[in-house]
């Protein structure tokens, strides 16, 4: 077997940083400020820590924070210590927080005062008693230290080597648990700097650059984006939690050129940008995104209001990575709506869809055409941390993704839909994205989001969940439309509107779709019983849901 290369860990790419370039700007937060050297003592500082509180090679320690120095603190210390830095979503519940302190069996949990009760309520669940460091306060009944006096008086010098292997976990983080339980995919060290490298490549990196995430760091593809800055020694502003005015504010007052955001925060940050009037953020050459189509409106309303070009990709948490790549800067605006093609280090192939048999990674389909997207490479995880019992779909080292793509002539790809939200109506398969799209076109719908509701005579009937831009859009207005545009055959066709004042999404950005599938199980049944009472229920507006 041929040992992995190591390219070090985040802790000894910090300490030689810190030699190199002591002075350097290298955390910048509205609150706190760090060079290099500063960056490394508290690194240092919360690593002697935890040595002395008992945490050792390995041992898992659960992270529920937002993007602030203290994240970026505890992640590199945990390196440096040889533990595993557990990344939660701070929005889960306390119950799923409860199952990941049970499962990882974490001795230490470090969070953020805001998510306090939660915490303190999920050790409870889980029936274990962790340590717990609170970033902002100290519980003055003693269940909770607080992270400054913790650290008070504790060495700034390296720690005793951990002597970490280039295959040990270092960070895991987590399916957004919106379908079960979270599952976690660990990153190695090597597949950490991997992806950094990657990341550093398709973005055009070198250590002048400022880097920004508004989308939170427990997030695979901000983990990484955080990464790629952290190993270049390049200069980081932490936003805290998202808000798109101080994100803007930021950007301007750091001269950010680089940001990472989920497409809501997206043209989130484009609307208010134009808001402003001219260009906001003169110093911003790149947004990276993902997990979303582009369009040629999106893409000129964020040019106009914030001069960036857009990186658009696509990766799963089961890649610790993104495998595919769209640069507006170099890809043809007639491929907008495109994931591109397969970036550094990646193999695609797009196979056979056939959920009847496991289909052969050499099944591949002649383009164009439309089938399941496999990919493979050094990133994909082997299977799910600590959870032998979810298995990943894995062959011969192709990771199944049960994502339906389109590949054209030229072989780019467009993202058509998950397997999973497949509506199966009258024996015919409907593709949710593709109607969303369509929709999306109306002038008056901001957001959209299809899914399936139980049907008597078809099984499943196609429902649409609309935000307005405009609250005079009404069901009959929508559905006038999807009969004439000919891009939506008469079967994909909504047979029910609701409409609502926000879609759920998770942390990600995206949208919950089985919390609006049992919201709306019955959608079916109670607007037919609503239609022998009086006028067509497709027309009459639902409540909103927040």
């Not at 050792?56 to 659960?62: A, I, L, P, S, Y």
């Not at 230290?145 to 895991?172: K, M, R, S, Y």
Request: with cysteine; net charge negative.
């Amino acid at each position: 077997m041929v040992a992995a290369p190591f390219f070090g860990t985040t802790g000894t790419c910090l300490r030689e940083l810190a030699q190199r370039w002591p002075d350097k700007p290298a955390l910048l937060a509205d609150e706190r400020r760090l060079t290099f050297a500063e960056y490394d003592a508290e690194a240092n500082r919360l690593a002697h820590y935890l040595r002395d509180a008992g945490i050792r090679k390995g041992d898992n320690v659960g992270l529920v924070l937002v993007n602030c120095p203290e994240l970026a603190t505890a992640l590199v210390a945990l390196h440096k210590v040889g533990a595993v830095a557990c990344l939660w979503n701070f929005r889960l519940a306390s119950g799923d927080i409860g199952y990941l302190v049970r499962k990882s069996q974490a001795p230490l949990v470090i969070f953020n005062a805001d998510f306090q009760a939660t915490v303190l309520a999920a050790g409870a669940l889980a029936g274990v008693r962790p340590r717990y460091l609170c970033v902002e306060t100290a519980d003055a009944a003693g269940q909770v230290e607080h992270l400054a006096g913790a650290l008070a008086g504790a060495p700034a010098h390296e720690p005793p080597d951990a002597a970490p292997q280039a295959d040990d976990p270092c960070t895991v983080i987590y399916t957004s648990g919106t379908t079960g339980r979270p599952k976690g995919a660990a990153f190695t060290h090597t597949s950490q700097a991997l992806s950094a490298l990657q990341y550093s490549l398709e973005m055009g990196l070198d250590r002048g650059h400022v880097g920004l995430s508004a989308a939170p760091i427990i997030h695979g593809a901000a983990t990484n984006f955080f990464a790629a800055f952290h190993f270049l020694g390049a200069t980081q502003v932490l936003c805290g939690r998202y808000e798109a005015g101080k994100v803007l504010r930021q950007i301007t007052e750091h001269r950010v050129t680089e940001l990472m955001a989920v497409p809501t925060q997206m043209e989130e940050l484009a609307r208010l940008g134009a808001a402003q009037g001219g260009n906001a953020t003169p110093t911003l050459r790149l947004i990276r995104s993902g997990g979303s189509r582009l369009t040629p409106g999106v893409v000129e309303r964020v040019k106009a209001a914030l001069g960036s070009d857009i990186l658009n990709t696509y990766g799963m948490t089961e890649n610790c990575s993104n495998t595919t790549a769209f640069s507006t800067a170099i890809d043809p605006p007639e491929k907008y709506a495109s994931i591109g093609k397969a970036t550094h280090f990646w193999e695609l192939r797009v196979v056979t869809d056939d959920r009847e048999r496991e289909v052969s990674p050499d099944e591949v389909i002649t383009p164009p055409g439309r089938g399941q997207l496999i990919v493979r490479g050094k990133q994909n995880v082997s299977g799910y941390y600590l959870a032998p019992e979810e298995p990943l779909r894995l062959r011969d080292g192709w990771l199944y993704t049960r994502d339906i793509v389109e590949v054209d002539d030229d072989g780019y790809l467009l993202l058509v839909d998950r397997i999973d939200n497949i509506i199966i109506s009258g024996g015919i398969n409907i593709y949710p994205q593709e109607v969303e799209q369509v929709l999306l076109d109306h002038p008056k719908v901001r957001e959209a989001a299809v899914i399936g509701v139980p049907d008597p005579k078809w099984d499943e009937a196609v429902a649409a969940i609309i935000v307005p831009k405009d609250a005079a859009l009404s069901a009959a207005e929508l559905d006038a439309y999807c009969r004439c545009h000919e891009g939506l055959a008469n079967f994909k066709r909504p047979r029910h509107f609701v409409f609502v004042e926000t879609l759920p999404r998770n942390v990600l950005g995206k949208v919950e779709r089985e919390r609006l599938k049992k919201e709306y199980t019955g959608l079916a049944g109670a607007q037919a019983a609503a239609a022998t009472a009086g006028p067509p229920a497709a027309a009459k507006p639902s409540r909103p849901t927040g």
